[in-house]
């Protein structure tokens, strides 16, 4: 467990995720998160030979306080692993610092069309997003 609690569990490598969560931590498969070598394990249906576990193997375990919200049922659900995994909130990081990369090379190369006013505030934009990106992204 995350917590640094121990719990040993006795299984065979023909076992899948799915039933080592079943058969240890009944009722709360939902909630259960597993992780092995840094990996979050999320195909109940592998079997843990396919993970080459070893023997004496460490697996941690997360459990949520609750469960998961159900995924949304519809035409708009999509299971395409492409699309599932295009997060627009992740491309906002990347693009803002293409858009101060750009304006800082504008300002560079066109200083005579930037005014003091807006060298001031561009530079003032940078700080602010440098303190902010460095303060959420410091773990």
């Not at 306080?65 to 990347?94: E, F, W, Y």
Request: with cysteine; charged share 15%; aromatic share 10%.
């Amino acid at each position: 467990f995350l917590n640094d609690t121990e719990r040993l569990a006795r299984v065979r490598p023909g076992d899948t995720v799915g039933a080592l969560k079943r058969d240890y931590f009944p009722g709360q498969e939902q909630q259960v998160r597993l992780i092995y070598q840094g990996q979050l394990l999320r195909d109940d249906t592998q079997s843990l030979a396919a993970l080459h576990l070893a023997h004496n193997s460490v697996l941690h375990c997360h459990i949520s306080q609750h469960s998961p919200a159900p995924a949304p049922a519809g035409p708009r659900a999509s299971t395409d692993p492409v699309h599932a995994a295009l997060n627009v909130g992740s491309l906002m990081l990347p693009l803002f610092v293409l858009m101060l990369a750009v304006l800082w090379y504008f300002q560079l190369q066109y200083r005579h069309v930037f005014t003091a006013t807006a060298t001031t505030f561009l530079a003032g934009l940078t700080l602010l997003f440098s303190f902010m990106a460095f303060t959420m992204y410091r773990r």
